[in-house]
């Protein structure tokens, strides 16, 4: 009598018979294979039927043994025609998975699953081809049915969470928690879940599941270095140094151990315990440059914490410097230096040193053109920016800030072109959108910059920077003038002590013919401290509508003072009127 879902005892029985037959020469011949008489009747038929199935099925799995799955599953696929199993839809997926024919794989196993829904090997090997063919949620569902059906196999449970580990990580780590409790701890898992955790920031949980892999695998060292790091990482600072001091007393001569627990020492502001384990790797001719360099890492890495640490840190920095004249990176950090004590010649001349040593690394050339450009310096930092852009061509920040700096020298054909690329390698960035609008819009190309603005809305509809922009762009073309004055709304509620922005607002007043309340917010801009020449001129136009002449004679030439090549305003000021 055959089981549901196959025949294991006749197969077996018929595979052996047909292995001594071939061995004997008494297996059935191709023409006469899966030929049925006419004469037979309707039971014998259906029996007959059978054996023809079990004879292609036997055929097929003697191909399969012998590693020629095309074969296999021609004759699996002819067992099919005279009766439909679904051992033989399970071996013809197996065949297929072979041939790497996935589409068929899953056909095939979808039906042996349909035919014997309870059959967990059928269900499992769907389950697998769906994960293969990136059917995730198809492949879940199936992994879920199996353990609702036998929980017994773990690797069901690591498939499921794995495929959640992606698409929803607080349900992989639930997943991961129920296969420790079932299962105990188990490396693999432990892995997964201290990934998840340090990816989300959870750095206490993360260094709980590599402290039970570390109990798992106590002597794994790279473990319990990662562990350490974790711990660093948790602001676990005491087992932190625990855990690498007994690295660093199982190697003493290993420096990498060394380094990390001075660098926990500098952590816990433990700058003389740190200093004696650095000082003899500063001071030893035969240390390698990566060794000294990473101590003068952790000296500048802490000053972000203590900035009284700043004496002590450039000088060991230098002494790395001086080490090692040709490593770029010790010039870096001093760069750094010199920024965080707002030395400008300091910061300039280590990260000249930076793109001389090391031109590839685009910032240098950044860092170093900043230093000018925060302070409209653009004279110095054009020349920089030329030469970066040459050896950096396709970094962001370079074609940007080189598109500022033309920008604001007056060169804005350069400029557009320039951001046009910087918008190429970063589309999406709200920057540079929004410079490049303002370029276009000293250009007279005005078409191209509201498409700009209107971009940058869609992308951010609340960035208050392109929201004032476009809207004194508006206002100055005196055009969609209630639109405009909504977004300065939200810009100034953004921004309410800003004096440009104070301006725009009072300017869209202006345009709109509501005089007392651009009187109001220019008047603020003015006194805020950071007013331009074009922010006095408007508080002057505006004292003019409001018939007071002579306040607005006050506000032009105070305007004229801070921009006295404007020609335009000395000849207002000279006719006394607008």
Request: hydrophobic share 40%.
């Amino acid at each position: 009598m055959r089981t549901h879902g196959g025949w294991p005892e006749a197969i077996i029985a018929a595979l052996a018979a047909v292995l001594m037959a071939s061995a004997g020469g008494c297996a059935s011949s191709g023409e006469d294979a899966g030929k049925i008489p006419v004469t037979a009747e309707a039971g014998q038929l259906g029996e007959m039927r059978h054996d023809v199935a079990l004879q292609h099925y036997v055929d097929g799995s003697v191909f399969e043994l012998k590693g020629d799955y095309a074969q296999a599953a021609l004759e699996y696929q002819e067992a099919l025609r005279f009766e439909r199993d679904p051992a033989m839809y399970f071996a013809l997926a197996k065949c297929y998975t072979a041939l790497n024919k996935a589409g068929l794989a899953v056909e095939a196993a979808r039906e042996a699953m349909r035919m014997a829904p309870e059959n967990i090997d059928y269900r499992r090997m769907l389950a697998d081809l769906l994960a293969t063919t990136l059917d995730l949620d198809g492949a879940a569902t199936q992994y879920e049915q199996i353990i609702a059906r036998d929980s017994s196999n773990i690797d069901v449970w690591f498939n499921l969470a794995r495929i959640y580990q992606q698409r929803n990580p607080p349900k992989a780590l639930t997943l991961y928690k129920r296969i420790t409790e079932h299962f105990g701890p188990q490396w693999d898992v432990l892995l997964q879940v201290a990934d998840l955790y340090n990816k989300s920031g959870h750095f206490e949980e993360a260094a709980d599941a590599l402290k039970q892999m570390s109990a798992i695998d106590p002597g794994n060292k790279e473990l319990k270095h990662t562990l350490a790091q974790t711990y660093v990482r948790a602001n676990r600072l005491s087992d932190a140094l625990a855990t690498e001091k007994e690295l660093m007393e199982d190697e003493p001569a290993n420096l990498g151990y060394r380094i990390e627990v001075g660098g926990i020492l500098l952590a816990q502001k433990e700058y003389d315990r740190a200093a004696l384990l650095f000082d003899p790797i500063l001071n030893s001719d035969s240390v390698a440059a990566d060794a000294q360099t990473r101590v003068a890492e952790l000296y500048f890495g802490q000053l972000g914490k203590d900035s009284t640490l700043l004496p002590l840190a450039q000088s060991v920095i230098e002494r790395v410097r001086d080490a090692h004249p040709a490593d770029w990176r010790p010039y870096w950090f001093l760069g750094g230096v010199g920024s965080m004590k707002k030395d400008d010649s300091l910061a300039a001349r280590n990260f000249r040193k930076v793109t001389e040593l090391a031109g590839w690394n685009a910032d240098g050339w950044v860092f170093l053109s900043s230093i000018y450009v925060s302070k409209n310096r653009f004279a110095e930092a054009l020349p920089i920016l030329e030469a970066a852009i040459k050896v950096v061509p396709d970094d962001f920040r370079v074609n940007f800030l080189l598109g500022v700096a033309y920008n604001r020298s007056g060169r804005n054909q350069e400029a557009a072109l320039t951001l046009e690329k910087a918008r190429q390698i970063n589309p999406r960035d709200i920057d540079a959108i929004g410079q490049l609008a303002l370029v276009y819009e000293q250009l007279k190309q005005q078409d191209e910059a509201d498409s700009l603005y209107e971009e940058a809305l869609r992308l951010d509809p609340h960035n208050h920077l392109i929201l004032n922009n476009y809207s004194y762009s508006l206002a100055e073309r005196d055009v969609q003038l209630e639109r405009a004055l909504e977004m300065a709304k939200t810009a100034v509620d953004a921004e309410p002590g800003l004096a440009s922005y104070l301006d725009t607002i009072g300017w869209v007043y202006y345009r709109l013919g509501r005089y007392e309340q651009a009187e109001n917010y220019v008047k603020k801009a003015v006194t805020s401290g950071e007013a331009s020449a074009v922010v006095f001129e408007h508080l002057g136009d505006i004292y003019y509508k409001l018939n007071k002449p002579s306040e607005a004679l006050e506000q032009w030439n105070a305007a004229l003072k801070l921009d006295q090549n404007n020609a335009v305003l000395r000849e207002k000021i000279n006719r006394g009127s607008l």
